[in-house]
Nanobody, 121 residues
Framework: QVQLVESGGGLVQAGGSLRLSCAAAGRTFSSYAMAWFRQAPGKEREFVAAIRWNGDVTTYAGSVKGRFAISRDNAKNTVYLQMNSLKPDDTAVYYC??????????????WGQGTQVTVSS
Protein backbone atom coordinates (compact mmCIF):
# COMPACT_ATOMS: atom_id res chain seq x y z
CA GLN A 1 0.00 0.00 0.00
CA VAL A 2 1.25 3.48 -0.88
CA GLN A 3 -0.20 6.75 0.31
CA LEU A 4 0.40 9.79 -1.87
CA VAL A 5 0.08 13.45 -0.90
CA GLU A 6 0.43 16.21 -3.49
CA SER A 7 1.43 19.80 -2.77
CA GLY A 8 2.61 22.90 -4.58
CA GLY A 9 -0.49 23.85 -6.51
CA GLY A 10 -1.80 27.39 -6.65
CA LEU A 11 -2.68 30.37 -8.80
CA VAL A 12 -0.14 31.59 -11.33
CA GLN A 13 -0.19 33.91 -14.32
CA ALA A 14 0.26 32.61 -17.82
CA GLY A 15 3.94 32.17 -18.60
CA GLY A 16 4.77 31.47 -14.98
CA SER A 17 6.08 28.35 -13.26
CA LEU A 18 5.08 25.99 -10.48
CA ARG A 19 6.64 22.89 -9.00
CA LEU A 20 4.37 20.17 -7.72
CA SER A 21 5.55 17.62 -5.20
CA CYS A 22 4.14 14.21 -4.33
CA ALA A 23 5.27 12.65 -1.08
CA ALA A 24 4.82 8.90 -0.79
CA ALA A 25 4.49 6.87 2.39
CA GLY A 26 5.83 3.38 1.94
CA ARG A 27 9.09 1.54 2.21
CA THR A 28 9.11 0.40 -1.42
CA PHE A 29 8.72 3.80 -3.08
CA SER A 30 11.97 3.35 -4.99
CA SER A 31 10.52 0.35 -6.82
CA TYR A 32 7.35 2.15 -7.98
CA ALA A 33 6.72 3.74 -11.32
CA MET A 34 5.21 7.20 -10.80
CA ALA A 35 3.13 9.54 -12.88
CA TRP A 36 1.18 12.76 -12.95
CA PHE A 37 -2.30 13.11 -14.38
CA ARG A 38 -4.66 16.07 -14.49
CA GLN A 39 -8.37 16.71 -14.78
CA ALA A 40 -9.85 19.98 -15.93
CA PRO A 41 -13.47 20.94 -15.17
CA GLY A 42 -15.87 19.03 -17.39
CA LYS A 43 -13.11 16.90 -18.91
CA GLU A 44 -11.77 13.41 -18.35
CA ARG A 45 -8.58 12.82 -16.45
CA GLU A 46 -5.58 12.84 -18.76
CA PHE A 47 -2.00 11.63 -18.61
CA VAL A 48 0.68 14.28 -18.12
CA ALA A 49 4.00 12.55 -17.41
CA ALA A 50 5.52 9.33 -16.10
CA ILE A 51 8.85 8.23 -14.70
CA ARG A 52 10.29 4.78 -14.19
CA TRP A 53 11.30 3.48 -10.79
CA ASN A 54 14.93 4.51 -11.19
CA GLY A 55 14.27 7.72 -13.10
CA ASP A 56 16.04 6.61 -16.27
CA VAL A 57 13.01 6.89 -18.53
CA THR A 58 10.44 9.67 -18.64
CA THR A 59 7.41 10.07 -20.88
CA TYR A 60 5.29 13.15 -21.54
CA ALA A 61 2.00 14.04 -23.10
CA GLY A 62 2.45 16.04 -26.26
CA SER A 63 0.68 19.03 -24.77
CA VAL A 64 3.31 19.48 -22.04
CA LYS A 65 6.47 18.18 -23.68
CA GLY A 66 9.23 20.77 -23.53
CA ARG A 67 7.45 22.73 -20.78
CA PHE A 68 7.07 20.21 -17.94
CA ALA A 69 9.67 17.97 -16.34
CA ILE A 70 9.06 14.99 -14.07
CA SER A 71 11.74 13.87 -11.63
CA ARG A 72 12.07 11.84 -8.47
CA ASP A 73 14.19 11.64 -5.34
CA ASN A 74 13.97 8.11 -4.00
CA ALA A 75 15.87 9.09 -0.87
CA LYS A 76 13.03 11.50 -0.05
CA ASN A 77 10.19 9.30 -1.35
CA THR A 78 9.11 12.22 -3.51
CA VAL A 79 8.28 12.80 -7.15
CA TYR A 80 8.17 16.26 -8.68
CA LEU A 81 6.56 17.98 -11.63
CA GLN A 82 8.27 21.19 -12.71
CA MET A 83 5.85 23.19 -14.84
CA ASN A 84 7.16 26.09 -16.90
CA SER A 85 5.58 28.40 -19.48
CA LEU A 86 2.18 27.66 -18.02
CA LYS A 87 -0.93 28.30 -20.09
CA PRO A 88 -4.58 28.76 -19.07
CA ASP A 89 -5.26 25.35 -20.65
CA ASP A 90 -3.02 23.79 -17.97
CA THR A 91 -5.63 24.70 -15.34
CA ALA A 92 -6.71 21.46 -13.66
CA VAL A 93 -6.50 19.33 -10.58
CA TYR A 94 -3.19 17.49 -10.76
CA TYR A 95 -2.94 13.96 -9.39
CA CYS A 96 0.04 11.86 -8.47
CA UNK A 97 -0.13 8.13 -9.19
CA UNK A 98 1.98 5.07 -8.39
CA UNK A 99 2.24 1.43 -9.30
CA UNK A 100 4.50 -1.47 -8.51
CA UNK A 101 3.70 -3.52 -11.58
CA UNK A 102 5.06 -3.26 -15.07
CA UNK A 103 2.81 -2.51 -18.01
CA UNK A 104 1.02 0.49 -19.42
CA UNK A 105 2.24 3.91 -18.28
CA UNK A 106 -1.40 5.01 -18.32
CA UNK A 107 -2.63 2.59 -15.62
CA UNK A 108 -1.84 2.98 -11.91
CA UNK A 109 -2.85 1.37 -8.64
CA UNK A 110 -2.54 4.24 -6.16
CA TRP A 111 -3.68 7.83 -6.38
CA GLY A 112 -3.32 11.00 -4.38
CA GLN A 113 -6.11 13.44 -3.58
CA GLY A 114 -4.96 16.05 -6.06
CA THR A 115 -3.74 19.64 -5.97
CA GLN A 116 -5.38 22.51 -7.83
CA VAL A 117 -3.40 24.46 -10.42
CA THR A 118 -5.00 27.59 -11.85
CA VAL A 119 -3.36 29.60 -14.61
CA SER A 120 -4.79 33.04 -15.26
CA SER A 121 -4.56 34.77 -18.61
Amino acid sequence: QVQLVESGGGLVQAGGSLRLSCAAAGRTFSSYAMAWFRQAPGKEREFVAAIRWNGDVTTYAGSVKGRFAISRDNAKNTVYLQMNSLKPDDTAVYYCAAKASVGSIYEYDYWGQGTQVTVSS
